[in-house]
């Protein structure tokens, strides 16, 4: 079970993290979806919300005193970065999913499915993994949902009159 709950959080460990946008951003970018490409670079701009919150709540992480730790962590615990940003990368990319039809179905069905299991599943496995305590990955959720509404809002805000409205 550890090596399963360590895959679930690859994706929020740096450079992993960083890289997975990148090359998301860039595979979008090359299949001439520039704009959605740039939006999902945004996604970026959540590391600054992590440390900027982490340094002014300044929680102490779970020791081994109290969980059983599969990694250590450096940083403070609250909030959860790896729930943030599964949830404002990985939402964002279902809201793409549900919204590009000229994306093939079924790569737009494994991409939505993909996503909601790596969203949902985060939370357990950073508490797993004795990374976090149950309420950093609920604020880790509820701060994803904050940064993911406005990025949604302005991407549908400046879509209109796009070719990619028109189909």
């Given at each position: 079970m550890d090596q399963c709950m360590l895959a679930i959080s690859f994706f929020g460990e740096l450079p992993y993290s960083l890289l997975s946008v990148v090359v998301v951003a860039l595979v979008f970018y090359y299949l001439k979806y520039k704009r959605e490409a740039y939006?999902?670079?945004?996604?970026?701009?959540?590391?600054?919300?992590?440390?900027?919150?982490?340094?002014?709540?300044?929680?102490?992480?779970?020791?081994?005193?109290?969980?059983?730790?599969?990694?250590?962590n450096r940083f403070q615990s609250y909030p959860s970065g790896h729930v943030l940003s599964y949830v404002l990368f990985f939402g964002?990319?279902?809201?793409?999913?549900?919204?590009?039809?000229?994306?093939?179905?079924?790569?737009?069905?494994?991409?939505?499915?993909?996503?909601?299991?790596?969203?949902?599943?985060?939370?357990f496995s950073r508490i797993y993994l004795g990374a976090h305590w149950f309420t950093d990955t609920v604020g880790g959720c509820l701060l994803g949902l904050i940064c993911l509404f406005p990025l949604t809002y302005y991407y549908f805000k400046f879509k209109k009159g796009t070719p990619e409205e028109k189909n």
């Open positions: 939006f999902i670079s945004t996604t970026l701009l959540s590391g600054l919300v992590i440390l900027g919150v982490k340094n002014i709540i300044n929680r102490q992480r779970p020791t081994s005193f109290y969980v059983r730790l599969v990694e250590v964002f990319l279902i809201i793409l999913m549900n919204t590009l039809k000229t994306i093939p179905k079924a790569t737009r069905i494994v991409v939505t499915y993909v996503s909601a299991f790596l969203m949902i599943m985060v939370s």
